[in-house]
């Protein structure tokens, strides 16, 4: 039995109408000439990213996640460049969140990204329009801490 895939229920709306939803549930969107992209920010309630490059990636997640335990489902889509972004809320006590490419270098393929902007679905990135990933859909999923 093949598993049936939801359609997106964002299909019929543009741009302007996703980042009008986005920013009502809290998310700090803008809109730019390839779509919309989130501000990141790593003090409390901003939002982080989580990039997973490459079968190290994928596999060095898995170590930490095996260690740590599994991260919350949270909003996710596949990179323009074949990886994987989830984006996460940063906590809401502590210390704030800093951006981390490879993790300070200690883990190569899985990045935090806690600064700057990332392009959502449906941006275009490169030559790849961006899609929510089954189950992942920011119109399903809420962002996690």
Avoid: F, Q
Avoid at 44 to 64: D, M, P, Y
Avoid at 107 to 115: D, E, F, K, P
Avoid at 131 to 137: L, M, Q, V
């Amino acid at each position: 039995m093949v598993a049936k895939i939801k359609p997106d229920p964002w299909k019929d709306l543009g741009v302007k109408a996703i980042a009008e939803v986005l920013a009502r549930k809290g998310w700090p969107v803008r809109e730019t000439p390839r779509g919309i992209d989130v501000d990141l920010g790593g003090v409390t309630g901003g939002v982080v990213a989580v990039v997973v490059n490459g079968k190290a990636g994928e596999e060095n997640l898995g170590k930490l996640t095996g260690l740590h335990g599994e991260l919350p489902l949270a909003p996710r889509w596949a990179s323009g460049a074949g990886g994987r972004v989830a984006l996460y809320r940063a906590p809401a006590v502590g210390m704030p969140v800093p951006s981390a490419e490879n993790l300070h270098g200690a883990v190569a393929g899985v990045s935090v990204l806690a600064r700057g902007a990332v392009p959502i679905p449906p941006s275009v990135d490169g030559a790849h329009v961006l899609r929510w990933r089954p189950g992942a859909h920011a119109a399903e999923v809420e962002l996690p801490e």
